[in-house]
């Protein structure tokens, strides 16, 4: 897959790539991984979802070749601009965008601070929305994690986090990997009522562990005003990017075609 190249809004140099061709009717969809692997953890689900829509899988600030080293440039606000940045890179008024984990909490910024850029979301398995003692919590576990990294190096500071998870990990950069955790520092938000602005067309599917509670998808769906909770959701099951294209391909799929009346509107 040949690299997109563009620049983020302070300057810093980032990369994206597009796996399949898709028909020139379908809409764009930036779809983000989650905290630890890059892009390749969803290149399964992007080429199934190639019939369906132009799917744009950026590496995020701080993994794989968006090399990030500088804590201080790792914060929700800058990960939004980030997402801006690559829909102005590809030309584009409005966009579908979504993500599993760090992927789908940057993916609620972006349509908060700039909607009338973003056209409908998808989100998997969310991160949990902590109250001050969880966001301790938070902290301390990316803290430990940084610490890790920079004693025993990337495969020391996932094994106990992501033990089957090697497909993704070999080409990155464990210096940006350390600052990226200071993204803990940050909160994401107060509450799930700042989030009923949102007013797109909203996928939301489930996660299945304590820092993507099942119960926050459920009470998310039933805020926004246009979302749609998923008859699926992530599982223990689920141990290989094959196995993730494969679960959640359909539902997306299926999400395109219902609202494709909106998303014809943006066609790549």
Known sequence: MPPIRYTGHDGWP?????PE??????????????????????????????????VILPDIRGYGRSVCDDPARHT???????????????????ALVGGAGLGATISLRTALAYPDRVAGLVLISLEDIRDDTAKQAEIAFMEAFAARV?????????????????????????????????????RAFESVDELVAIDVPALIIPGADWRHPASLAKQLAGTLP???????????DLQSSDDFGRAFAPVIQTFLIEFSDIFSKIKS
């Open 150 to 186: 920079h004693a025993g190096g990337l495969d020391a500071a996932w094994n106990p986090i992501l033990p089957n998870l090697r497909e993704a990990l070999p080409d990155a950069d464990p210096a940006s990997a350390a600052a990226a955790a200071a993204i803990g520092y940050d």
């Open 226 to 236: 246009y979302g749609r909770l998923a008859t699926v959701a992530m599982s223990t």
């Open 76 to 94: 929700w606000a800058q990960y939004a601009l980030d997402v801006i940045s690559l829909v102005d890179h590809l030309d584009v008024d409005r």
């Open 14 to 18: 980032l990369t994206a790539f597009t």
């Open 21 to 54: 061709d898709a028909p020139p009717e379908a809409p764009v969809l930036v779809l983000m991984h989650g905290g630890g692997p890059d892009h390749r953890s969803l290149v399964p689900l992007a080429r199934r979802l190639a019939g369906s829509a132009h």
